[in-house]
Structures are given as structure tokens and as C-alpha cells.
């Protein structure tokens, strides 16, 4: 969700304004997604890097998830939405950390739309803590290091059942990963566009949508110029996890 600082930046209006107006288009795009049957929605609400930013940004910022956390979770809740977290949650504020556990098991039951915020945050962070899990289990003989393979690496993640995302949009016009989901998006789609933030509302998300359902997924094989072949599956008409 690139562009807060810039957007307020344009306007000549402190940073934290921009993050503050970056609550719309987080709103909106839940909505649509519920409303569109997406299964998975992941946000990158605040990375490990982004400690480094300077600390008065960085605790209105903590402040300012946990005050939306809990204005929204009874919208969530009427919505049938589940919570959940990737990221290591013993770094944050005390305060934050109970209303997001508090959060996650009102949800809990919920079979709609999964939320997932990607909070302290960072993808080789998820990877080494992973491997250590594994590299334990099989110090302590309980696992042949000869068996590891995808599947059960992937089953050591934050959310070991969550599905590959099917696509990735980034705003804002950046055009890296930075540290998002790296083994995850092995073969996810990605859309870009210029529009900030906080100006990304369900216009934005559609044209999103819609550039995906047009590609064909090919997840490195070949498509087959042979008439009498079966075709290729088509993409979902919405993709599940975004």
C-alpha cells in the first residue's frame, strides 16, 4: 500500500495525514473483495524495515492501526471476515498486540473473506525463521532432513495453509517486492500503477481484476499449439487470494 507519505506530500500536509487517509482504500478494497468472493486479501500494513523510519512517525502509526483495528472490528465481524497476522507480534506495543489477539479471536469463526496484515513484517524474516523450525526438529532427530521438500517447508510459514497469492498490485508506481510474501509469490501476477494510496478505491481494484482475468497462467510450462490438445485452464474469474 505504497504512497501515504507522498500523497500528503503533494498536498503539503504532514505524512501521518496521508496514512490516516490510506484508511479509505484499505475499507474499500475489504468491501470489494467481500462483496467479489475473494478468498484471501493480504495487506502490507508495516514491514521490519519500516522501524526505521523516524519514531514519531512510527508511533502514530502503531497508534493508528490499533484505533482502526478497533473502530472496524464489529464491521468485520457483521461481515464475516476473519483476522489474521503475519509477522512477529512480540516487537509491537503491548496495547496493539492485545487488540489484534483480541481481534483475531472474535474472528476466528468467521468463513468469509480471510484479512491478512502483514505486520512487523518481512519476507526473509519468514524464511529463516522457518528453516530454523525445521533445522531444530531435525537436530533433535525427529525429522530426516532428507524429507524436506516444498510442501514441508511451506507448512512452517505464518500461515502454512494460506494459498499463493494469485496476484500482487502495487501502487504508488513502485516495481520491486520489497520484501513481501518472497516465497510465496514464486508465480503470482503483478499490476502496477502510478495511483498513491490513498486515492486507490474500487475503480483502481476492478481494473485490477480484470487486467488479471485476461492472462493466461502458465506457472513455466508451455501453452501447446497443437489443435486437438486439451487448452490450458482459464484464470479464475476472481482471483482467490490478492
Known sequence: ?????????????????????????????I????????????????????????????????????????????????????????GDLEELPASLRAELERDIALTRENTGLNLNLALNYGGRQEIVEAARRLARKAAAGRLDPESIDE??????????????????IRTGGEQRLSNFLLWQLAYSEIWITEVLWPDFGRA??????????????RFGGVISTD??????PPSEPLAPHV
Not at 157 to 167: A, H, T, V
Not at 204 to 215: D, I
Open 204 to 217: 483502481e481494484f476492478m481494473a485490477a481484476l480484470k487486467s488479471y482475468q485476461a492472462r493466461q497462467r
Open 151 to 168: 510442501a514441508r517447508f511451506g507448512g512452517q510459514l505464518y500461515c502454512p495453509r494460506m494459498p499463493d497469492p494469485d496476484l500482487l
Open 31 to 86: 468491501e470489494l473483495s467481500g462483496e467479489l468472493g475473494i478468498e484471501y486479501l493480504t495487506l502490507y500494513t508495516f514491514s521490519r524495515e519500516n522501524w526505521r523510519r523516524s519514531r514519531d512517525e512510527v508511533g502514530h502509526l502503531m497508534n493508528l492501526i490499533e484505533v482502526v483495528a478497533r473502530r472496524r472490528i464489529r464491521e468485520l465481524r457483521e461481515k464475516n471476515v476473519r483476522l489474521r497476522v503475519l
Open 1 to 29: 500500500m505504497d504512497g501515504n507519505g507522498r500523497w500528503a506530500q503533494q498536498r503539503r500536509l504532514p505524512r501521518l495525514e496521508g496514512h490516516r487517509r490510506g484508511e479509505g482504500a484499505v475499507h474499500d478494497v
Open 227 to 232: 489443435a486437438n490438445a486439451a487448452p490450458p
